[in-house]
């Protein structure tokens, strides 16, 4: 009885997927802040390298080459297993077969070094010596700076303040791969001080730690990167889809379920079996999970909003609370975000996929499920899309039915066992976001 | 070039290899503390179920078949791959060829479920219901309670107070599978009450709590499970060098380094090599590194002596700095054992392989150098074998000899980040055993 597909290196995908190529209309462009003249790619110039704007907002071709620079840096961890969940189907008593594709075994312990192995390689390429970015709760800020580390790049990452405090072991992770990391709210911005003397007790948001580590890339030789969202993001994402579709051959899968924070997991295993459905070659269901503590697709708003609370980006069209709704004290820092991927917003108005939104208990149940059955520990953000899949294998028990369900563990918990012990003792928060906080929050949309 | 050499499932071994069928004299017996008559292995049955004994202590079959139920398990992860570090080679300018069996991927993140698995399944196989043991820094607590979560059983750990402290998402982990977790000293036992009594704040110790772990196994249906140190948990780790043995099939290695505490990832990894050095497949150096604050083997006397502080268990015969040593306050938790293997003892003392301690500093910049290069963080035990390899590397570049050296990365050190954190901001302690307490201690020996 198999447990375990593996892929060796001669396997590993020499191209990534866009998506755009295969949609009949195009989502639509990101607008200035001011005049609301659409954005035009010179303007991303100051923050991101070239070929990272081409391949977000240019080019329609429906593969990019992935450089062998990049596949080189992949071939640490990449091909990653498929693993069907034995144990866990044994305890659910489905007739269902469940599988994972198992991103947790990257050096920082999720699917963010696919891209920012990427984008450090495009900046180093372009003469970039410097990278800054934000992090939540360490997953992308440890996935840049291992990147760096890789091409020889300093990198700076503002790290939210309560996270800084509460999660040193992610703060020294960054600093072991040789990153500097500042909490958030800082005084070394502008941006952080206008916060500090507005609070000089302030824990932080995503929101201002994006807006320091913009204002910081202004400086010389330095660029912004950014670990979710953006089109080239998903882009670099399709690896995780397209290994997983070889691993797949076999058994093809009616059901493909993935966690929506930023949107780039779900749609890195989506977008490749996506394609093959569109050529005819199977028909599955897709569905996204998000916290019902942050709900963007489910009950945010299709609008032009900020990406950051302050309001000093670009307007993206995309399902939002408004930029300056805050979610509920959820564990899953990577989903605790007003809005999501402008293309997946489009797609999901396009009718690509369905949506659901899962309770935090509800998903820690599954996690500690999961723990107990399959052994790996999953990071609180996969843990909504195993509670999905729970909750479609226990249908499947029921009607008889013996679907294939596909997922991606997106990452490991071993620097969240604080949320577990929260749970296991019965001290674990289950906020669901207010209806007049989110009706509030989106009267301010631009 | 490849990086990883993946074995499929059809590859993981079926059996693990016995290293005492294949020595001219075996391991004198261990004795019984009152009498020093040998112990005889029914005297070992109210600890360890009776399959663990005998593979220990009677059979000198050179094989032992893996059980179906265990190899189901170690699908979940094995066969672990075997990764190139080409990385870590071009920044030491070294023409060596360097590799590691990666045991870090394993659901615990150690090489400790790889006996903590066929422990449990045989303890099970016999009607035990209820496991006991004891962790230091709680690799293996996690792995007996993973293991144990896999075949129905409780399981009861007691871990060392200072470590229950300053580690509560080790301890979370342990729960997560299902366990209870005791600091110890603790109350719930006449070996704890009796430490707390002589000092109501003791921070705990590794002997403390194996006396404690050892008599709470006197209850009903419950046993005992120990995760080094005896033949039988050598004999488990022995996957990792058959595994690696057809892994390196096409590069034999010339240099096999390994980190000693107990002894086990060290015998796993290199005792399937000495057969096939014995066989005049090659001829490897095989070299065992220890802490230079518990040098055991290098600087320890080769003697009858007890496995535990207070002085309860058999006495074995083995490489000991004395029961009553305490070493300096050193990261790997692991290795802060008075003790050594008594078969590998046996087997240093026949001449099998070499010995050297570091110091931990010099371990923490291989630690930091090869995260840098590789990606993975490593836990503080196999910086040791690290440290050495990286010496060993460096010596090659100086010769010119590409000679290829193979290690085992028996874990991650995402739960050691305290550590790094301390050796990064130069506060990491660098102690060395003062040659007044080994003499000290080695007065007290039985």
Same mark, same amino acid.
């Given at each position: 009885?198999?447990?375990?597909?593996?892929?060796?290196?001669?396997?590993? &995908?020499?191209?990534?997927?866009?998506?755009?190529?295969?949609?009949?209309?195009?989502?639509?462009?990101?607008?200035?802040?001011?005049?609301?003249?659409?954005?035009?790619?010179?303007?991303?110039?100051?923050?991101?390298?070239?070929? *990272?704007?081409?391949?977000?907002?240019?080019?329609?071709?429906?593969?990019?080459?992935?450089?062998?620079?990049?596949?080189?840096?992949?071939?640490?961890?990449?091909? +990653?297993?498929?693993?069907?969940?034995?144990?866990?189907?044994? %305890?659910?008593?489905?007739?269902?077969?469940? =599988?994972?594709?198992?991103?947790?075994?990257?050096?920082?312990?999720?699917?963010?070094?696919?891209?920012?192995? %990427?984008?450090a390689?495009?900046n180093a390429?372009?003469?970039v010596r410097r990278?800054?970015?934000? +992090?939540?709760?360490?997953?992308?800020?440890?996935?840049?700076?291992?990147?760096c580390a890789q091409f020889g790049l300093e990198c700076?990452?503002?790290?939210?303040?309560?996270?800084?405090?509460?999660?040193?072991?992610?703060?020294?992770?960054?600093?072991?791969?040789g990153?500097? /990391?500042?909490?958030? &709210?800082?005084?070394? +911005?502008?941006?952080?001080?206008?916060?500090?003397?507005?609070?000089?007790?302030?824990?932080?948001?995503? @929101?201002? $730690?994006?807006?320091?580590?913009?204002?910081?890339? %202004?400086?010389?030789?330095?660029?912004?990167?950014?670990?979710?969202?953006?089109?080239?993001?998903?882009?670099?994402?399709?690896?995780?889809?397209?290994?997983?579709? #070889?691993?797949?051959?076999?058994? &093809?899968?009616?059901?493909?379920?993935?966690? /929506?924070?930023?949107?780039?997991?779900?749609?890195?295993? $989506?977008?490749?079996?996506?394609?093959?459905?569109?050529?005819?070659?199977?028909?599955?269901?897709?569905?996204?999970?998000?916290?019902?503590?942050?709900?963007?697709?489910?009950?945010?708003? =299709?609008?032009?909003?900020?990406?950051?609370?302050? @309001?000093?980006?670009?307007?993206?069209?995309?399902?939002?609370?408004?930029?300056?709704?805050?979610?509920?004290?959820?564990?899953?820092?990577?989903?605790?975000?007003?809005?999501?991927? &402008?293309?997946?917003?489009?797609?999901?108005?396009?009718?690509? *996929?369905?949506? !659901?939104?899962?309770?935090?208990?509800?998903?820690?149940?599954?996690?500690?499920?999961?723990?107990? +059955? #399959?052994?790996?520990?999953?990071?609180?953000?996969?843990?909504?899309?195993?509670? $999905?899949?729970?909750?479609?294998?226990?249908?499947?028990?029921?009607?008889?039915? $013996?679907?294939?369900?596909? !997922? %991606?563990?997106? @990452?490991?918990?071993?620097?969240?066992?604080?949320?577990?012990?929260?749970?296991?003792?019965?001290?674990?928060?289950?906020?669901?976001?207010?209806?007049?906080?989110?009706?509030?929050?989106?009267?301010?949309?631009?």
């Amino acid at each position: 009885m198999t447990t375990k597909i593996l892929l060796d290196e001669s396997h590993l &995908p020499a191209r990534w997927y866009n998506v755009r190529a295969d949609l009949c209309t195009q989502p639509p462009p990101p607008l200035h802040p001011g005049d609301r003249s659409p954005i035009r790619p010179q303007d991303m110039a100051p923050l991101f390298p070239m070929e *990272f704007i081409t391949q977000g907002i240019i080019s329609t071709d429906r593969f990019v080459v992935i450089p062998e620079e990049v596949r080189d840096v992949y071939r640490l961890w990449r091909p +990653t297993p498929l693993i069907r969940a034995h144990r866990l189907e044994r %305890a659910l008593r489905t007739p269902a077969r469940i =599988y994972f594709k198992y991103e947790g075994i990257s050096p920082t312990g999720s699917h963010k070094p696919n891209t920012a192995v %990427a984008q450090a390689y495009y900046n180093a390429r372009q003469g970039v010596r410097r990278l800054t970015t934000e +992090t939540g709760n360490g997953q992308w800020g440890s996935a840049l700076a291992f990147a760096c580390a890789q091409f020889g790049l300093e990198c700076d990452v503002w790290m939210v303040k309560a996270s800084y405090d509460q999660k040193p072991a992610r703060r020294s992770m960054m600093e072991l791969y040789g990153a500097r /990391v500042h909490a958030s &709210p800082s005084e070394e +911005t502008s941006a952080g001080a206008k916060a500090l003397a507005e609070d000089p007790y302030s824990p932080g948001s995503v @929101g201002i $730690a994006i807006s320091e580590a913009v204002e910081a890339s %202004a400086a010389p030789d330095t660029r912004y990167a950014l670990g979710s969202v953006l089109n080239a993001v998903l882009l670099h994402q399709t690896i995780i889809g397209e290994e997983a579709l #070889e691993q797949m051959a076999g058994d &093809p899968p009616d059901l493909i379920v993935g966690v /929506v924070g930023g949107g780039s997991t779900f749609a890195g295993l $989506a977008f490749p079996f996506l394609r093959e459905k569109w050529s005819g070659r199977f028909d599955p269901r897709f569905l996204a999970v998000e916290p019902a503590a942050c709900p963007s697709l489910t009950r945010g708003r =299709y609008a032009y909003d900020y990406f950051d609370a302050a @309001g000093f980006t670009p307007l993206f069209k995309m399902h939002t609370l408004g930029h300056d709704f805050v979610p509920g004290p959820i564990h899953a820092g990577g989903l605790r975000y007003h809005g999501m991927s &402008p293309l997946l917003s489009h797609m999901y108005e396009l009718g690509h *996929f369905e949506a !659901t939104a899962k309770s935090q208990r509800e998903c820690f149940d599954a996690g500690v499920l999961f723990a107990r +059955t #399959e052994g790996i520990v999953p990071a609180p953000e996969p843990n909504h899309a195993l509670a $999905a899949v729970v909750e479609e294998a226990r249908r499947c028990a029921e009607t008889g039915e $013996a679907e294939v369900i596909l !997922t %991606a563990l997106c @990452g490991h918990g071993h620097f969240d066992m604080r949320a577990y012990e929260r749970h296991l003792s019965g001290r674990l928060e289950d906020p669901e976001a207010p209806p007049e906080q989110i009706e509030s929050a989106l009267t301010h949309l631009p």
